[in-house]
């Protein structure tokens, strides 16, 4: 025995200079996998609200991404394709009464970057928005951009479709976190409606949890072979 401790065991020497090439392939697998993250697109359409129905709720939820108003109790609205008075793009989507704000995230912590949103003012009875959009980073940090959008009527009155797409500025990646504030016009904070959010960079289990679970059945059957053969 005290010959294999200054000489050394070749066989334990073979089994941990494996184990050690283990652990490197599947720290080298679970990079990659962590790379194949990120690359998915999701857009929040709001559909499901029958035509013609508004129906007021707390909040809202589609392809992982949760909707409320962060700070008061005022309700959101789903409003269906065709409610008279209201924009009209074809299909459902969300309102967001006058002094209510907006946030978004995913319901599972995720890294997302903001792409664009359509945009509308809320009916005949109101003019256009300002809008204060906010991404917080993890850390520290966030970024903010501003939009004007037009009164649904004025666009009407140019022969403009209801909603406008707004495109947020590449700084909006890898947030955490989006709050949109309706900006005061003296007093009064305007209502606005929204629809087709667009988000990229989300994360997909499809490829990088595959990998990594290859991976590791993998490594468990080359773990098996080695105990079999020492």
Same mark, same amino acid.
């Given at each position: 025995?005290? +010959?294999?401790?200054?000489?050394?065991?070749?066989?334990?020497?073979?089994?941990?200079?494996?184990?050690?090439?283990?652990?490197?392939?599947?720290?080298?697998?679970?990079?990659?996998?962590?790379?194949? #993250?990120?690359?998915?697109?999701?857009?929040?359409? #709001?559909?499901?609200?029958?035509?013609?129905?508004? +129906?007021?709720?707390?909040?809202?939820?589609?392809?992982?991404?949760?909707?409320?108003?962060?700070?008061?109790?005022?309700?959101?609205?789903?409003?269906?394709?065709?409610?008279?008075?209201?924009?009209?793009?074809?299909?459902?989507?969300?309102?967001?009464?006058?002094?209510?704000?907006?946030?978004?995230?995913?319901?599972?912590?995720?890294?997302?970057?903001?792409? *664009?949103?359509?945009?509308?003012?809320?009916?005949?009875?109101?003019?256009?928005? !300002?809008?204060?959009? +906010?991404?917080?980073?993890?850390? *520290?940090?966030?970024?903010?951009?501003?939009?004007?959008?037009?009164?649904?009527?004025? =666009?009407?009155?140019?022969?403009?479709?209801?909603?406008?797409?707004?495109?947020?500025?590449?700084?909006?990646?890898?947030?955490?976190?989006?709050?949109?504030? *309706?900006?005061?016009?003296? *007093?009064?904070?305007?209502?606005? !409606?929204?629809?087709?959010?667009? +988000?990229?960079?989300?994360?997909?289990?499809?490829?990088?949890?595959?990998?990594?679970?290859?991976?590791?059945?993998?490594?468990? =059957?080359?773990?098996?072979?080695?105990?079999?053969?020492?």
């Amino acid at each position: 025995m005290s +010959i294999n401790r200054i000489r050394g065991n070749p066989a334990a020497s073979h089994t941990c200079d494996r184990r050690a090439q283990w652990s490197v392939t599947a720290l080298a697998f679970l990079w990659l996998g962590g790379v194949c #993250f990120g690359q998915g697109t999701v857009t929040v359409t #709001f559909n499901g609200t029958p035509p013609g129905a508004t +129906i007021p709720v707390s909040g809202y939820i589609e392809s992982g991404v949760t909707f409320w108003n962060p700070y008061n109790a005022g309700n959101l609205v789903l409003t269906g394709a065709g409610v008279s008075g209201d924009p009209q793009d074809g299909t459902a989507y969300l309102q967001v009464p006058g002094g209510s704000d907006l946030a978004f995230t995913f319901t599972s912590p995720t890294l997302f970057n903001f792409v *664009s949103f359509d945009a509308a003012g809320a009916n005949t009875s109101f003019p256009g928005a !300002s809008l204060e959009v +906010i991404g917080y980073y993890v850390m *520290s940090g966030m970024v903010t951009n501003y939009f004007t959008v037009d009164s649904f009527l004025d =666009r009407r009155a140019n022969n403009l479709p209801d909603f406008e797409t707004l495109y947020l500025s590449s700084q909006f990646q890898n947030v955490y976190r989006v709050d949109v504030f *309706s900006v005061s016009s003296g *007093s009064f904070y305007p209502p606005w !409606s929204l629809d087709n959010v667009v +988000i990229s960079g989300v994360p997909e289990p499809s490829c990088g949890a595959l990998v990594v679970l290859a991976t590791l059945c993998g490594l468990g =059957r080359a773990w098996m072979r080695g105990r079999r053969a020492a």
